[in-house]
């Protein structure tokens, strides 16, 4: 038996060159980046660029007052790092506050959720370091596209629909900013943010303003770009005002958020050591465990030692035996990871082998976390899934009237001629997180959600710790030089949509665009990383492209499978370089996802 073949015909080409490539999940995004590579920047400055008009053109799915993580290599030194975007919880945030509230879970909606914003200093602690363009250029194209508008994605305003009644009745800062007279924007309809566009001004402004030393460029580019993160701590005092105030939260009640101007103030965006594991060949990077990227490394040894054909995602055999995987490693996730936790004993080979064994001929219909080197796991509460909740689809979020929000995200990467690579997952801060900021033209973010208010979690609500994100981008080193860099929207589905792409690209032989047009799933027997922290024991969510054949081979093994429209599970996009020859300057790549109307890739 060998591996399903990939598709006769792609959704679009595997673009391919020597110049550069920029692949994101909106046009828009992959074009400001592309264009930054066609007038002499590098992958560093064309990300950042990029990065900007996703706040603008995506707002349904990450924002100014959000959080990121990257993974890139800088040619220069050929190491591959992490850009750590991730804020922590504020000073105020204690579990004893949050229970006093009446709370035994962080809401999904409102500033008392907000973790400190990380998302702008990372891209500005990247431009400086690894870019080599001036802040006010890489800033333009986004500062056009919220001064002089952007057709509104359709998905956009069908989020902006759901949360219509909060806005007008709780959250008016978000009505002025996203309705008209009280009705929601129509898709397509061109949507303008002269708030945010004053707000890159002013960080340009800063950077412009500051003085020039008599020492060479690149430090007093350094010092500029320093002047605009500072501005950018002083605006967000703008946020700390509005969300101190008591408004509605998720809950359907009202708190006050405990955000201060001290906890901005002392956060910086920093730089990591990735973890890693091999896989057929590959070494796969990932960041650590404040993120649910170790998954993923899990999941990929647990399969490692099985057959290829026994991999394959379009066979019953291989995709029960990849959600089984996925479905122990994200147990695994749920009970151990949290910021500041060594992961090593969860990948440790003895380890991964008695998780591997748990894999039987039917689905499992238990929570299984293992205890890594005598570690007892923390067991949150298992609460069986709502009927009501609606079925996920194409890493779009999933909004309720609550403004609660599952399965959010964008994504972008890009690779130049030069050997710089970086692929980066931008998330929170999304315009249904809490209300708008009127002179910031953007809210705060809500990833303390994803912390628990129980003191023996790992990823317990603690003040100065980094909640376990679910943004998790990828990069992958062949054996034979090659480098991919991938990444994913969809909340707990993003390391589930990421691992079968790996598998069809590096068992079955895909090129990137097969394997990303491909049909694929994902599990919901998993502990929702967003409120209300919900789970399904067997629950399997598959394309109805994947066949009859899978669909009912997974019944037969007891999955409960859910079937959904044949393009609807994953934004996935990637770009790339294969090694070149002793003639030839290696090739570059690029691929983007089809699902959603919305992702795209260019370059030469």
Known sequence: MTFTPPPAVTTRPLLQGSFGFSASTHWLATGAAQSVLERGGNAFDAVVAGGFVLHVVEPHLNGPGGDLVGLFTAADSGATRVLMGQGPAPAGATITRFRAEGLDLVPGAGGLAAAVPGAVDAWLLLL????????????????????????????????????????????????TQWLTDGHSPAPGEIIRNPAYADVLDHLGAAASSTARGEEGGAARRADRIDAARRAWRELLGHAVDLVAQPHRHSTGSDHAGVLSRDDIEAFRAGYEDPVSSSFRGARVFKAGSWTQGPALLQALKILEPFPDDALDP???????????????????????????????????????????ELIGDRASRQWRPGSPAGFTPFRPPLTPTAATRATPGAGEPTVDASGSTRGDTCHIDVVDRWGNIVSVTPSGGWLQSSPAVPELGFCLGTRLQMCWLDESSPSALRPGRRPRTTLTPTLVLSDRGAVIAMGTPGGDQQEQWQLPMLLRMLVGGYQAQEAIDAPTLHTTALVDSFWPRQWEPAGVMLEERTGTDVIEGLRARGHDVTVVDGWSLGRLSAVGREPGSADDAPRLWGAANPRGQAGYAAGR
């Open 314 to 356: 379009a066979t019953p055999d291989g995709a029960h035996r990849i959600v089984e995987a996925l479905k122990l490693a994200l147990a695994d996730r749920d009970a151990h990871f949290g910021d500041g936790v060594d992961v090593a004993p969860l990948l440790d080979d003895d380890y991964v082998a008695q998780r591997r």
């Open 128 to 175: 400086r370091d690894h870019g080599t363009w001036e802040i006010a250029d890489v800033l333009a194209p986004a500062i056009a596209y919220a001064r002089d508008g952007h057709p509104l994605l359709p998905s956009a305003a069908e989020t902006i629909g759901r949360v219509r009644e909060l806005f007008q009745h709780h959250w008016p800062t978000s009505a």
